[in-house]
């Protein structure tokens, strides 16, 4: 049973670039959250993406954008980046009906903005 | 708004102790649901173990329970039989029951377990 995978692992991109971040929920699970976890701090929602539509958003701007599939994995779009975009980004993945279940997580993707 | 407060910023513990990482927290919601993770060096966030408010008896999974005290808003984590894989990050986290998505988390409690 395949767990929440992410790609890539690392990326490096220069301040002003743009930047997509890939997400695979784990199997059964259709709903898809990604949140920004910079050095030393605990994770922070972005959003949430359920039926291919974002359900809820965190405090991002709009630089923040993402994007569920069919298939019910999800991209993360970073528009203009900025230095303080350099964290590590990880997608959580639940079930839609399952109230009690835990969100499973990814291994991450570690951006550096240069 | 919920909010999440660890206060432990480190911790060292023998191996085969019993080692207790508090977690308070404040929320508006009548009905949440709190949670346990685990971050080693590699980064990945790793389910522990999940309490609902209004699940009467305290949650445990394995060498993890969760000590509940709704009045005082703590929601305590304790490591039975520390192992030298515990040392990690750990994260206390809140949620509201209609949507699981927009998990608060605390600051962290990193655990170091020594031989």
């Known amino acids: 049973d395949a767990g929440v995978t992410q790609s890539p692992t690392h990326l490096i991109k220069t301040r002003g670039q743009q930047v997509t971040l890939r997400c695979s929920p784990k199997?059964?699970?259709?709903?898809v959250s990604w949140y920004q976890q910079a050095l030393g701090q605990g994770p922070q929602f972005i959003f949430q993406?359920?039926?291919?539509?974002?359900?809820q958003r965190g405090n991002f701007p709009d630089r923040f954008s993402g994007h569920q599939f069919p298939n019910y994995s999800s991209e993360l779009n970073v528009n203009a980046l900025l230095l303080g975009d350099s964290a590590l980004y990880l997608c959580a993945s639940s079930s839609g009906g399952d109230r009690v279940g835990g969100q499973y997580f990814g291994p991450g993707t570690r951006l550096t903005v240069t | 708004a919920q909010k999440i407060t660890q206060t432990q910023p480190g911790m060292f513990v023998q191996e085969k102790e019993a080692v207790t990482l508090d977690c308070t927290y404040d929320t508006s919601d009548q009905s949440y649901g709190l949670f346990w993770y685990k971050q080693p060096s590699s980064g990945e966030m790793i389910f522990l173990i999940y309490?609902?408010?209004?699940?009467?008896q305290n949650a445990t999974e394995g060498r993890y329970s969760l000590n509940f005290q709704k009045a005082r808003k703590s929601a305590n984590l304790v490591i039975s039989a520390s192992q030298l894989g515990d040392s990690a990050m750990y994260f206390c986290a809140i949620g509201p029951t209609d949507s699981w998505g927009k998990l608060q988390f605390g600051a962290g409690t990193q655990v170091v377990v020594t031989p």
């Open positions: 309490q609902g408010s209004y699940d009467e």
């Open positions: 993406y359920y039926e291919e539509e974002e359900r």
């Open positions: 199997s059964g699970h259709d709903t």
